[in-house]
C-alpha cells in the first residue's frame, strides 16, 4: 500500500470520525518476550503520524524499541450500528520528550469527561516531567463500515455461497 492509498484511506469519512472519536484505539505489539500484548490507547491523529503517550519506564516503550511493528484498531461500540473499524498497521518510534505534550492532552480531552478534564490536566503535568511520545507511521490502512466495506473472507463467503463469481478473487488477508 503505498503512501497516497494510505492517506486516501485516512481522509475517508469513517476513518476520520473513528480518529476524532471519543473511542480509545487498541495497539497491538509484540512484547520483549515474544508474547502479543493488546492494549487501549488515547491516540491524536496528526495527519501523518498517530500519536500516543505514556510514562518512559512503561513496558511497551522498550518493546517498540525492540519491535517497531504495530497494529491499532480503533472501532465503533454498541449500540452504534452497523459497526465501523479502521484497523492500521505500522511502524512506531519513541521518543522521550520533557514535559506534556500538546497530542497527549488532545487526545486525553477527547477521552476525558469535561467536568474532569482541568483537574485531569492539573495532575498530569504536576506529575510528568518527561513522557514517551509514540509516532505511529501508517503503512496499510482498512476501513469496514459493513455497508459497502466487509471482511474479504465474509465477501468472499457470500461469493461463493450465493454464486457471485467462482469463489476467492483475490489473496486472503
Do not use: C
Not at 525492540?66 to 452504534?80: F, K, L, N
Not at 505500522?90 to 469535561?114: M, N
Amino acid at each position: 500500500m503505498g503512501p497516497d492509498d494510505i492517506a486516501a484511506q485516512m481522509e475517508d469519512p469513517v476513518a476520520q470520525r473513528l480518529l476524532w472519536s471519543a473511542n480509545p484505539g487498541r495497539l497491538a505489539y509484540v512484547a520483549r518476550d515474544g508474547t502479543p500484548r493488546v492494549i487501549p490507547v488515547g491516540f491524536e491523529w496528526n495527519g501523518t503520524t498517530i500519536v500516543i503517550g505514556t510514562v518512559p519506564g512503561a513496558t511497551k516503550v522498550g518493546a517498540l524499541k525492540t519491535r517497531p511493528a504495530v497494529a491499532m484498531t480503533v472501532d465503533t461500540s454498541p449500540p452504534a450500528w452497523p459497526p465501523n473499524v479502521l484497523l492500521i498497521r505500522g511502524t512506531a518510534t519513541v521518543s522521550i520528550v520533557d514535559g506534556v505534550f500538546p497530542e497527549y492532552v488532545a487526545a486525553s480531552r477527547r477521552l476525558t469527561p469535561a467536568e474532569e478534564f482541568p483537574q485531569w490536566e492539573a495532575s498530569v503535568r504536576a506529575l510528568y516531567d518527561r513522557m514517551a511520545r509514540i509516532d505511529i507511521t501508517p503503512t496499510w490502512v482498512r476501513i469496514l463500515d459493513f455497508e459497502t466495506r466487509i471482511p474479504h473472507a465474509v465477501e468472499d463467503l457470500a461469493r461463493a455461497k450465493f454464486g457471485q463469481g467462482d469463489g476467492p478473487s483475490r489473496p486472503l488477508d
